[in-house]
């Protein structure tokens, strides 16, 4: 998680993102409700960490079979694991 947070704020530099976008974006890698009182309180734009968190989830289900695929992890073991760090 920490390197989605730091990513997330050195792309957002990178971009001239303003702060409240900047901060939405960091908090963007947790479930939705833990991320919308996150942002909350760090003056954060919680429509946006919404819409952030839920296109970071779909593109990590999108994009989760083609990796599981691709490494040939064939374990359901293995895949959960993988899948739920």
């Not at 954060?44 to 296109?55: D, R």
Request: no cysteine; charged share 10%.
């Amino acid at each position: 998680m920490s390197a989605g947070v730091i990513s997330a704020f050195y792309l957002a530099k990178l971009f001239s993102f303003d702060q409240e976008t900047t901060y939405s974006l960091m908090t963007r890698s947790i479930s939705t409700p833990f991320a919308m009182e996150l942002t909350s309180n760090i003056d954060g734009s919680v429509e946006l960490v919404i819409l952030f968190t839920m296109i970071t989830g779909i593109a990590g289900v999108a994009i989760a079979d083609m990796s599981l695929i691709a490494l040939k992890i064939n374990s359901r073991f293995a895949q959960g694991t993988a899948l739920g760090n």
